[in-house]
């Protein structure tokens, strides 16, 4: 089953209204932003890593002040505990029982500001709630409602006091994107506004949290053709047999890479993707599930990878 015409003329029409919003707080970062919209509506989280003050935290917050649900801020420090997060179990004297309190992983969008100044193990408490959308405490699960989002915020690795995620937890991050700096008038405008603080206060929610819901069904029945499947397959090989890669793409992101292909498509009004699509989302998906082999070219980044990747592989030819 597909989306219609009609459907996909809506889901174009809201998402362009989300990145309107989402653009009075969140100035010169359009590509960004709708990226950041295409990982909420494919299900994903991000990984939203630059220098302090390029403005990741905004991002995240105007996001959150975007959709009509709840959201959490959690501030990762090197004494956070997992517990900090998922939430504890404590003992009701008056009750005489065990009762769970929520943690803050509990909202509809949560921010793990600077999320490697945590130790590792902190972090791998995400893991679960970010791949399983579920908490389990003292032996008991406890499901997350839908939708949930993780947006986490990292410095560069190089920068003193913090830790490097380790491959299971970047796998989880459907995207990753470096803000970099704004244009020269973006950056003259925050000035004008200063920093945007009152206008995202004032940021109205544009969507529920059904019809959010509504816009991540869409997303699923975006058509994907047996050339283009074969053709994101066809990329995740290469990978396993590029000579600068140790470590080449995994099934699941070749699955993940699917899923902001369909989001992307939906979001051009489409009800099918294409090659443009793969194209305009891959270095932001799979960049940071590869590892580069010891002794390659110092030069050569994964996103630089992910580029060759896309020139050496054949485009399929409609018929």
């Keep these: 089953m597909t989306i ?14 989300l990145t309107d919003n989402m653009e009075q707080a969140v100035l010169g970062k359009r590509r960004v932003v709708r990226l950041a919209l295409t990982c909420l509506l494919s299900e994903g989280h991000i990984l939203l890593e630059d220098y302090p003050g390029t403005g990741k935290t905004m991002i995240a917050r ?6 009509q649900g709840s959201h959490a801020r959690i501030q990762f420090t090197p ?3 997992p517990s900090d997060v998922t939430g504890v179990t404590v003992y009701d004297q008056h009750k005489g029982t065990f009762e769970f309190h929520q943690g803050p992983i509990f909202h509809t969008i949560v921010l793990a500001d600077e999320i490697n100044r945590a130790s590792p193990k902190t972090q791998s408490a995400l893991l679960e709630s970010m791949e399983e959308r579920q908490v389990t405490a003292d032996g008991t699960t406890h499901r997350l409602p839908p939708p949930f989002m993780v947006i986490a915020t990292q410095n560069p690795v190089e920068q003193e006091g913090t830790y490097r995620l380790p491959e299971s937890q970047l796998d989880r991050f459907l995207l990753r994107i470096s803000l970099g700096y704004p244009g020269r008038t973006a950056e003259m405008a925050i000035l004008d506004n200063q920093g945007a603080a009152d206008t995202l206060r004032e940021l109205q929610p544009v969507l529920t949290t059904q019809e959010v819901l509504a816009m991540v069904r869409s997303v699923r029945e975006v058509y994907l053709a047996s050339a283009l499947k074969s053709y994101m397959v066809d990329i995740s090989e290469a990978s396993r047999r590029h000579s600068a890669i140790e470590l080449g793409l995994s099934p699941r992101a070749t699955l993940q890479l699917a899923a902001a292909v369909r989001a992307h498509a939906a979001a051009n009004g489409r009800d099918y993707g294409t090659p443009d699509d793969v194209k305009a989302v891959a270095v932001s998906v799979l960049s940071h599930r590869l590892l580069l082999r010891a002794g390659s070219n110092a030069r050569t980044s994964s996103e630089d990878s992910v580029r060759e990747l896309l020139a050496d592989v054949p485009v399929p030819i409609a018929r």
């Design 79 to 81: 004494d956070l505990l």
């Design 4 to 17: 219609s015409q009609q459907q996909a003329a809506w889901f174009k029409q809201t998402f362009d209204q």
């Design 62 to 67: 105007a996001l959150a002040n975007t959709i």
